[in-house]
T-cell receptor, first 115, second 112 residues
Framework: DQQVKQNSPSLSVQEGRISILNCDYTNSMFDYFLWYKKYPAEGPTFLISISSIKDKNEDGRFTVFLNKSAKHLSLHIVPSQPGDSAVYFCAASARNQGGSEKLVFGKGTKLTVNP | EPEVTQTPSHQVTQMGQEVILRCVPISNHLYFYWYRQILGQKVEFLVSFYNNEISEKSEIFDDQFSVERPDGSNFTLKIRSTKLEDSAMYFC??????????FGPGTRLTVT
């Protein structure tokens, strides 16, 4: 079941540059999307979310873009910092479809920001 | 900043034994969840809980699993008779009025 796909298992960027993490989904019922960051031996930490009625949401260094027609979203981190090194998960839910709140996760992308 | 806490951090049990994983959600949250992540696999939904009842559960959440909110602060996941394939990280999550779910640090369950 690959409803949420993160096709890049890893990404390496230089400190100060932009990190772009990508996520694709197949279920057109998804209407809410979230990004989580996860350090080893910790739980996922919520970063930013976006509703399907928007195409962009920004919070400080983090911006999420949603392209509904392409069923694609991306997380931009700028400027990237070494402390951003972690695994990033994309997640989606179909809140307005029978009220399902379960999050469906991608496999994650490991981001390494080099000093 | 309020956070979800989970105990124990690591639980080792023998196959066939019962385990109870404990979670303390963020205090003003009303929606609670359990997820698990088998090593090398995705985080997967188990169950959601609201107003003292299960609101949704996955195919994984069979009769061997149960959840309970025994008091005003704890939220527990019980596995009645553990199997080797239950070995995983178990994450509790909660949410308030917004739609984002906040996760605890997880309990690593090892079934031998």
């Amino acid at each position: 079941d690959q409803q949420v796909k993160q096709n890049s298992p890893s990404l390496s960027v230089q400190e100060g540059r932009i990190s772009i993490l990508n996520c694709d989904y197949t279920n057109s019922m998804f209407d809410y999307f979230l990004w989580y960051k996860k350090y080893p031996a910790e739980g996922p930490t919520f970063l930013i979310s976006i509703s399907s009625i928007k195409d962009k949401n920004e919070d400080g260094r983090f911006t999420v873009f949603l392209n509904k027609s392409a069923k694609h979203l991306s997380l931009h981190i700028v400027p990237s910092q070494p402390g951003d090194s972690a695994v990033y998960f994309c997640a989606a839910s179909a809140r307005n479809q029978g009220g399902s709140e379960k999050l469906v996760f991608g496999k994650g992308t490991k981001l390494t920001v080099n000093p | 900043e309020p956070e979800v806490t989970q105990t124990p951090s690591h639980q080792v049990t023998q196959m066939g034994q019962e385990v109870i994983l404990r979670c303390v959600p963020i205090s003003n949250h009303l929606y609670f969840y359990w997820y698990r992540q088998i090593l090398g696999q995705k985080v997967e939904f188990l169950v959601s809980f609201y107003n003292n009842e299960i609101s949704e559960k996955s195919e994984i959440f069979d009769d061997q699993f149960s959840v309970e909110r025994p008091d005003g602060s704890n939220f527990t996941l019980k596995i009645r008779s553990t199997k080797l394939e239950d070995s995983a990280m178990y994450f509790c999550a909660s949410r308030g009025p917004g739609w984002e779910q906040y996760f605890g640090p997880g309990t690593r369950l090892t079934v031998t």
